[in-house]
C-alpha cells in the first residue's frame, strides 16, 4: 500500500527526513536525482538513528559506531549488512512509500 509521506520540495540533500509511516520510522534521502526510502535502522545493532548521521554522496553513516551505507542499494560500504528499502513513487510533487500489509516483519 502507497503512503503519503512528504512534499518532495521538503527532502533535504543534506540529510535525512525521518518520517512516520504505518507505526514505523523511514528515513527519506534525496540521493541523485531520485528519492529514497530505508527504515531508520542501521543493521548493525538496530539503533534507529539513521536520520541523524552524516549524509554525503548517497551514503548515510550511522552516528552510533560509524557503519556506512550507499541509501541507492542499501549496501554497506564499509562492514556488512542492507538497510531496509521501501519503493517511492514521486507524483505531482508528493512522495509516496509503498509498504506492505506485512510490515512490521516482526
Known amino acids: ?3 503519503f509521506a512528504a512534499n518532495s520540495d521538503d527532502i533535504s ?4 527526513t525521518r518520517v512516520y509511516l504505518q507505526g ?3 528515513v527519506l534521502f534525496k540521493a541523485e536525482d531520485r528519492i529514497v526510502a530505508v527504515l531508520n535502522m542501521c543493521p548493525h545493532q538496530k539503533f534507529q538513528k539513521l536520520h541523524d548521521g552524516m549524509y554525503e554522496n548517497g551514503v548515510i553513516t550511522c552516528p552510533m559506531h560509524g557503519w556506512s551505507y550507499d541509501v541507492r542499494t542499501g549496501f554497506s560500504t564499509n562492514a556488512s549488512g542492507k538497510l531496509k528499502q521501501f519503493p517511492v513513487e514521486i507524483s505531482n510533487g508528493k512522495v509516496f512509500v509503498e509498504i506492505d500489509d506485512a510490515f512490521p516483519f516482526s
Request: aromatic share 0%; net charge positive.
Open 13 to 16: 540533500a543534506r540529510r535525512g
Open 1 to 3: 500500500m502507497k503512503h
Open 24 to 26: 514505523e520510522e523511514i
